[in-house]
């Protein structure tokens, strides 16, 4: 990587930008903080060191398409591409004129990947266009002239090369001489392009990464149960936007609620200031009620991809609560706050899945885990509590302790139950939902982001 940055920082002086090496060491010393793969991030810290002006931006966006998109596969190892075992022996084959003025020296170099020649050819020619135009009309007919020998000598050379390449059919194979072909098309309208001055194509909409708002809609409907890895990763980063619209939501609202009673002394003491008039009005701090929340997740088969993306949503948004408890059950109860106080919220989760202390592999026993909570952990629920159960209730015909959750609900704030599962099989076979709906405050499905996010949103706001 260092080669090729110094090679880029090389060519990007010969076409006149002002790059030091102190930028230098510091671009190659932020690229090792950045993702080298991730193409915004890379372009973000080249952009940021190597153009100090809007003009210099400009001229740095040419550059950068021209090395690291138009050249890019001139990177590649000879070994591994028969183009290159082959370029340079029809570069030998043009003939190398003697006058010291003749761009075809520059042009060959350009062709085998190195622009820095032809750039500072083109630089010259700018600078004599400029120094022409200040002293008069008529007077950058020599600038002209040497454009025009260029562009011929850009058509001369691929003539050359064509004929070159033809005549080669009896031992280089068809793909290779046609990827030959190609290769020096493509280089030779870069040629012509950066000599006019001409802006490259404007990538394609259809590469334009999707937004948020395209991303949430897309995934919004899919099951968790049905996301691939792949999606699973995408599915993080709309929930870790997500969360930060709604932090600042909640910001903006406390900001706004945050006046409280007037405060009669403090607006007194301002009144001196104006004989005794109350101009200003003081008013009391008032702090923003934030909620306890208490979870319950089941972490069975499907019903753990609906918990896991729950329990994330609401470790990042934990400002918004003055605490988040969770717990997890098979049939046997384990607390892992402890899990997400210590490490990254993703990290956390992948304890909770392997590392709590409970039989993972065991039947799903929701009366068990009921009378476990009541006798270790009944004292975490007050009137200030909100408690959330994440599962689809089947108990595999054990006792449902309908009593216990009864008596759960009377001590909290409110009871919620989120079911990930379709709600037309809630009622059918070892499923309780019959009997635990009637004593929730408020039962939910939650088996998509969609779903998921619009009880987040009245949870929260």
Not at 56 to 72: A, I, M, P, T, V
């Amino acid at each position: 990587m260092e080669r090729t940055i110094l090679k880029f920082v090389s060519s990007s002086r010969a076409a006149g930008l002002r790059i030091s090496t102190t930028e230098t060491l510091d671009c190659l010393k932020q690229l090792s903080m950045v993702d080298l793969l991730n193409e915004a991030q890379f372009s973000r810290v080249l952009r940021a060191n190597f153009a100090k002006s809007r003009k210099d931006q400009d001229k740095f966006d040419l550059l950068y398409h021209l090395f690291f998109h138009e050249l890019r596969e001139d990177e590649v190892l000879v070994g591994a591409d028969p183009i290159a075992g082959h370029r340079r022996e029809f570069l030998d084959l043009l003939d190398q004129e003697t006058d010291a003025d003749s761009p075809l020296p520059a042009l060959i170099e350009f062709l085998d990947g190195n622009p820095a020649p032809y750039l500072e050819l083109l630089k010259r020619l700018e600078s004599e266009g400029q120094e022409a135009t200040i002293q008069g009309p008529g007077s950058n007919l020599g600038s002209m002239v040497r454009r025009i020998n260029v562009m011929l000598t850009i058509g001369r050379t691929g003539n050359a090369l064509a004929g070159a390449i033809q005549g080669s059919r009896d031992r280089i194979p068809w793909e290779t001489r046609e990827g030959l072909s190609r290769h020096f098309e493509q280089r030779l309208e870069s040629a012509q392009r950066l000599l006019t001055r001409q802006r490259p194509a404007a990538p394609s909409k259809k590469r334009i990464s999707p937004s948020y708002d395209r991303r949430l809609i897309r995934m919004g409907a899919v099951p968790f149960t049905s996301l691939t890895p792949k999606e699973v990763q995408e599915m993080r980063d709309v929930i870790r936007e997500l969360v930060r619209k709604l932090k600042d939501t909640v910001n903006r609202r406390y900001a706004v609620r945050s006046r409280g009673a007037l405060d009669v002394k403090k607006t007194l003491r301002k009144a001196m200031q104006y004989q005794g008039v109350p101009i200003e009005l003081v008013f009391r701090k008032k702090p923003p009620r934030r909620g306890k929340i208490v979870v319950l997740c089941d972490v069975s088969g499907s019903v753990w991809s609906s918990a896991r993306f729950m329990l994330n949503m609401l470790y990042s948004l934990q400002e918004c609560f003055t605490k988040v408890r969770s717990f997890i059950f098979v049939a046997g109860l384990d607390e892992v706050t402890h899990f997400f106080e210590d490490h990254d919220v993703h990290q956390a989760i992948e304890r909770v899945m392997n590392d709590a202390d409970i039989d993972y592999d065991t039947s799903t026993d929701y009366g068990l885990t009921f009378r476990e909570f009541q006798a270790r952990h009944m004292d975490v629920l007050n009137k200030k509590t909100t408690l959330i159960i994440i599962g689809d209730g089947r108990s595999n015909y054990a006792n449902p302790e309908a009593a216990i959750l009864d008596n759960m609900r009377e001590k909290c704030r409110r009871l919620i139950w989120l079911n990930p599962e379709t709600e037309m099989f809630w009622y059918s076979g070892d499923s309780e939902m019959r009997t635990y709906e009637g004593l929730c405050n408020e039962v939910r499905p939650c088996a998509n982001l969609n779903q998921l996010t619009e009880f987040i949103r009245e949870l929260v706001l």
